[in-house]
């Protein structure tokens, strides 16, 4: 076997290859504007109410921070960008980036999407992976009404959940099997196409059917190969055992575990909710304890790596390095068909090409969709820039590095 390549997360040769001189500017001058958490505020609450009003802002966002975060507005433009990426051994995940619809006809459009999305994606080299939000196409109030009746810790999810199902009116049942059945039409052209379907994480008050829901699709098609993966958000107390516990469901079940890890996306919220509704906050205390669970995920997830599919969806250079140290320590290579890294686009270049670099199946999250759909999703970005503890310090940082190398 060849020998294990050193990756250092510090150069910046690498990192940038594929931006010009004035993109990399431009991301510096944007990164500068996130470190300033005034201006943050002020842009997250101007931009979707202009947006709304009619103002003509779309141009300004177009070349701000749509073209640093997000691929574009429709799948060809998308396509262009997975092409350069390509150029550098970089994968794309698809996500179409529209949220918060309700209806029935919205919820069997959004399918549909999510249906065009996996067959262009399919016609594609270097795009094996889509995402999906069962929020999509599933009504809130439903998953939620679900989950209140799941509450009962002491059987398995499955049991939990066909339990829960028994206690909705006949209207709801059907309403179920509406959702049970868009996913089926999603997941199934997945696997008939071979792409990949990564199942976003959802609040934690909805989260239980939407993984008992996505445990079935696994139990369909993830026999023979990999084609759903779960999304596990670590910053939750109890997700460390939830993936123990999908890995005796997988094993149980004969079928592969496809398990995307994350640290999480709703944590403010979660903790605000769990204050006014008094109940324990399903969060981690702190950093360190979501740094612990996430690593101990990861170090689970290759031990019995025949079983699980791995997908390391992470910004932290320590986590995506432990990753590559465990295979080398167990003598894997570091492409195993059952792992895979991801950071989103527009965010840790530095992780997502160093890795590409080292030949690492590597990929960027990538969201595409009409500038008014994905505006929450840009929203987010600017908010976690500026939360996130050092990030935006340490891409900045990393930009003007290059920028004097190209100098020099």
């Not at 470190?35 to 802002?57: E, N, Q």
């Not at 999480?264 to 740094?291: C, F, H, L, V």
């Not at 992470?314 to 570091?334: F, I, V």
């Amino acid at each position: 076997m060849e020998p294990y390549p050193v990756i250092s997360f510090d150069n910046t040769e690498f990192a940038f290859e594929y931006k010009s001189e004035s993109q990399l500017k431009k991301a510096k001058f944007l990164f500068s504007l996130m470190g300033r958490p005034w201006i943050v505020k002020i842009g997250t609450r101007l931009a979707p109410w202009s947006i709304r009003a009619g103002l003509p802002v779309k141009g300004v966002i177009r070349n701000t921070i749509f073209k640093q975060f997000v691929g574009g507005e429709t799948l060809e433009e998308t396509a262009q960008v997975a092409k350069n990426l390509s150029k550098y051994h970089v994968q794309v995940i698809l996500d179409y980036g529209v949220e918060g619809k309700e209806g029935e006809e919205d919820f069997d459009h959004a399918r549909d999407e999510f249906i065009r999305v996996i067959n262009y994606a399919a016609t594609q080299p270097n795009i094996p992976f889509m995402s999906v939000k069962v929020t999509g196409f599933a009504r809130f109030a439903l998953l939620e009404k679900l989950d209140e009746t799941m509450d009962n810790g002491e059987l398995t999810l499955m049991k939990r959940y066909m339990r829960a199902i028994a206690g909705l009116s006949a209207d709801e049942q059907a309403e179920l099997e509406r959702v049970r059945k868009r996913m089926m039409s999603i997941c199934g052209t997945a696997a008939e196409k071979k792409i990949g379907v990564m199942v976003d994480a959802e609040e934690t008050w909805v989260q239980d059917p939407v993984d008992a829901l996505t445990i079935l699709m696994m139990d369909t098609f993830n026999k023979q190969r990999v084609v759903v993966y779960n999304t596990i958000q670590h910053y939750r107390v109890d997700r460390l055992q939830f993936l123990k516990d999908s890995y005796q469901a997988a094993t149980q079940r004969s079928f592969i575990l496809g398990a995307k890890l994350v640290r999480g996306a709703y944590m403010e919220k979660e903790r605000k909710r769990a204050a006014e509704m008094n109940y324990p906050s399903p969060i981690q205390p702190d950093k360190e304890s979501t740094d612990r669970d996430f690593n101990a995920g990861i170090e689970f997830s290759i031990a019995h790596i025949d079983r699980i599919a791995l997908i390391v969806a992470s910004h932290n250079e320590y986590s995506n390095l432990y990753a590559t140290r465990l295979l080398k320590q167990k003598g894997l290579p570091l492409n195993h068909p059952h792992v895979h890294w991801s950071q989103l686009y527009g965010m840790s270049d530095n992780i997502t090409f160093n890795l590409a670099h080292a030949g690492c199946s590597v990929s960027k999250y990538l969201p595409f969709g009409p500038i008014r759909d994905v505006i929450p999703y840009l929203m987010r970005r600017a908010q976690e820039n500026t939360s996130v503890k050092g990030q935006t310090g340490r891409e900045l940082a990393l930009i003007k590095k290059e920028l004097k190398r190209r100098k020099a």
